[in-house]
Structure formats: structure tokens, C-alpha cells
């Protein structure tokens, strides 16, 4: 299995995952056409993709939805909550025949991949993120949520690549230009995970299995790339010392990019 991020940031998600002839996608908060074009620079064609699941319904994780349905047929797999907010966030009828409910907790087989949802903490309809196997590699993903459970560690846990959120610094948060109440909002338990948070859900998933972690959803104004990825990387080397075991690599997706390839 590998995957590489097409885009990341709250000016839109997107992830691509692929084992075997299995390609999907999850979330699709950048354009058709933009997803088309990160698609074609690694060499894959959205003809390909199998499906798309979704974690919630804000426009940077579904802008490019209903184009991607109409013109590829592409199928989509989210909530109830999420699918109905979906149809709804488009003016023309969406072929309800390719939009696929999931339940938390019960994994979905696409291809070669099994896919499992699991509830996260974020103010949307009804929010998931997922861990997607293939054989006995796992990847697990934690975005847009306000805090991290035993529950949401228990689903991580085992995972050989992280796709998690680092979102914002705290200081910078609470000192820079954002109305108080959207600090607040952004900063409570159904809002982002900080860089420390980030850090520290990271930090209980180590084991001699976990390769890689991406981190993702990197604020523009409350926070920086160097800065999300020497807090986090400073904690995870110092828990890996402890554990005695090799560290991970920390990557970070690019807001607007396509990422490298990496293998799960």
C-alpha cells in the first residue's frame, strides 16, 4: 500500500491511497480539476479511482464531490449525516445510486483495502476518520478533531503510517488575529488537535512497526511547517529514546502540493 497527500489546509483535503489495482481517495476538498492535475503528477488517472470516503462536510473536505461524481462516477462512502449535508451543499441532484452510507465501527471491504470509520470530536454533521488495511499494513488518519480519546488510540494503534493533524500552536493561536470565540472554537474538544496534542497522541501510538507519520491541516496563520514538525518530532524522538526503539520519519503535507509517495 502507499499514499502521498494531494492537498492539506483548510483550503482543502485530499488524500490518495492505493494497494494493488485499489485506488481511492478520501476527501475531496480540493476541485475536480486540481485533483485531476495531482492525480496525473504521479501517474494516475481519476478514471481509476474506486472511491472516495469522506470525513465530514465542511467545503475543504467536499468541495470537489459532486463534480468528481458527475463526470468520473466516482462513488462516495461517509455517514449519513455527512451524505445528506453533502446533497445538500450542491444545487443540481448528486446520483444518490453511488453514495454509500457507513456506520462507526463497522469496516467496509473496497478492493484490496478494508476500510474501518471511526467517530471523531469535531463540530460537523457527523464526523469519522479511518484506518485503511491491506493484508497486515495499516495506515491510520486523525484530522480535524478537537481532542483524542482511549477510543480514538485503540483504533490507531498498530498503524505502520500516520496521516494525523497538527493544526495550530497555541500561543500563536490565542496571541494572533482570529476573533476570541474562534480561538475558542478551534481550541476546545470539537474543534483542532495543537501541535502538542499532536505530539502527544503520536507519542502512544509508537511501536518498532510505525515507519512514517504525515502530519497535516497546518494552520496559515497559526502555526508554521518547521515549527508543527520540530514540536512533534522532538516529542515522538524522546518517547521512541525512552521506549528503546528506532523513531519514525516526520513528513509534512503540503497545503496546496502533492507530497511524495510513501510506502505503508
Not at 496546496?256 to 510506502?263: G, M, S
Amino acid at each position: 500500500m502507499k499514499f502521498c497527500s494531494l492537498a492539506s489546509g483548510s483550503s482543502g483535503n485530499c488524500l490518495y491511497l492505493k494497494a494493488g489495482d485499489t485506488a481511492i481517495l478520501v476527501d475531496a476538498g480540493i476541485s475536480c480539476k486540481k485533483i485531476c492535475e495531482g492525480l496525473d503528477a504521479i501517474g494516475e488517472s481519476p478514471r481509476n479511482i474506486k472511491a472516495c470516503f469522506v470525513t465530514h462536510d465542511h467545503s475543504d473536505h467536499i468541495k470537489g464531490i459532486p463534480v468528481l461524481m458527475r463526470k468520473f462516477g466516482i462513488p462516495v462512502y461517509a455517514t449519513g449525516g455527512t451524505l445528506t449535508a453533502i446533497a445538500l451543499s450542491d444545487k443540481k441532484e448528486l446520483p444518490r445510486e453511488r453514495m454509500y452510507e457507513l456506520v462507526p465501527d463497522r469496516e467496509v471491504t473496497i478492493g484490496e483495502l478494508k476500510v474501518m470509520p471511526f467517530r471523531i470530536s469535531h463540530d460537523a454533521a457527523d464526523p469519522v476518520c479511518y484506518t485503511i488495511k491491506h493484508g497486515d499494513r495499516k495506515l491510520g488518519m486523525a484530522t480535524d478533531l478537537g481532542e483524542f480519546t482511549d477510543y480514538t488510540v485503540k483504533h490507531l494503534l498498530g498503524s505502520n503510517a500516520l496521516y494525523v493533524e497538527a493544526n495550530h500552536d497555541v500561543n500563536m493561536l490565542m496571541m494572533g488575529p482570529y476573533p476570541y470565540q474562534l480561538k475558542l472554537r478551534i481550541d476546545s474538544p470539537i474543534g483542532h488537535l495543537s501541535n502538542e496534542a499532536c505530539g502527544n497522541m503520536v507519542s502512544k501510538l509508537l511501536f518498532d512497526g510505525l515507519q512514517t507519520v504525515m502530519l497535516a491541516h497546518i494552520s496559515v496563520d497559526n502555526n508554521f511547517e518547521e515549527l508543527a514538525y520540530q514540536t512533534v518530532k522532538t516529542m515522538v524522538d524522546d518517547t521512541a529514546q525512552k521506549m528503546g526503539i528506532s523513531a519514525p520519519k516526520i513528513v509534512v503535507a503540503d497545503r496546496y502540493c502533492v507530497t511524495d509517495i510513501f510506502e505503508v
